[in-house]
């Protein structure tokens, strides 16, 4: 698991389109409908040095929210989107924070219960919005990612503090939104044509291999085993 989190002042912002407020420095990140003036809100956060590599499988990815104003309006309709850019820039004002483009892929995150102050609280998931961001051509681990979560659709329901609220790194840093990341490697990165020592007991059948190369068996299946796998060896394994 890989957690990264809000470093910087103008790392996360809120965006309202209505009456066109942007803000970096604010003390609240959140989503919903706060009121008539602000009823279609939303933030960013960009987290540094997503150390991810290309080629990677993203198995799980959330954001984690700490509380900072209890909420237990309902209903809070959001989604979840990112940044379409491979080392996206940190937030300015509206005319750059407009400018950016998303990702085809989202989540809706809808229904979001009670908070409590200072806790902190999962977002759904959203696998395949990450995973758009890491397959991009100029993708690189140690890169940023731009997460976006709001309500510019309008789905939550239309009354006043419809909306959740956490903390920004301008709030409290030490309580800034969180990306956190599960992930596997493509095995030629993780073998990298070396060898794998398994402790404990294995059990497998070869389901198919393809291509050139051989896997090597050294040692009896039981207490310690090592599989040597060739550089170019393509295998499918299963229980």
């Not at 989190?5 to 609240?28: K, L, M, P, W």
């Not at 990450?130 to 993708?139: F, Y």
């Not at 990298?192 to 497998?204: E, Q």
Request: proline residues 2%; contains cysteine.
């Amino acid at each position: 698991m890989a957690t990264f989190q809000v470093s910087a002042s103008t790392d996360d912002c809120i965006r309202y389109y209505i009456n066109d407020i942007f803000s970096a420095t604010g003390a609240n990140f959140f989503a919903g409908y706060e009121s008539s003036a602000a009823q279609d809100g939303g933030s960013a956060a960009r987290f540094l040095s997503v150390t991810i590599p290309a080629g990677v499988t993203i198995l799980t990815a959330k954001l984690v929210l700490t509380c900072r104003i209890a909420g237990s309006n309902t209903t809070v309709n959001t989604r979840i989107r990112a940044e379409k850019a491979a080392d996206p820039a940190t937030f300015s004002d509206s005319t750059d924070f407009d400018a950016r483009t998303w990702t085809t892929e989202y989540i809706n995150w809808d229904g979001i219960g009670d908070w409590t102050q200072d806790v902190e609280y999962d977002s759904a998931d959203f696998t395949a919005v990450l995973q758009e961001v890491i397959d991009q051509g100029g993708w690189a681990s140690g890169n940023a990612v731009v997460i976006l979560w709001d309500d510019y659709e309008e789905r939550s329901t239309q009354a006043n503090s419809t909306t959740r609220y956490a903390h920004s790194y301008n709030s409290d840093a030490a309580k800034a939104p969180k990306l956190v990341v599960t992930y596997t490697l493509p095995i030629e990165q993780a073998v990298g044509g070396g060898s794998i020592a398994i402790a404990g007991s294995l059990s497998f059948k070869f389901v198919q291999a393809v291509g050139s190369g051989s896997i090597a068996i050294a040692g009896s299946i039981g207490e310690r085993t090592k599989i040597g796998v060739d550089v170019g060896f393509i295998s499918r394994v299963g229980s």
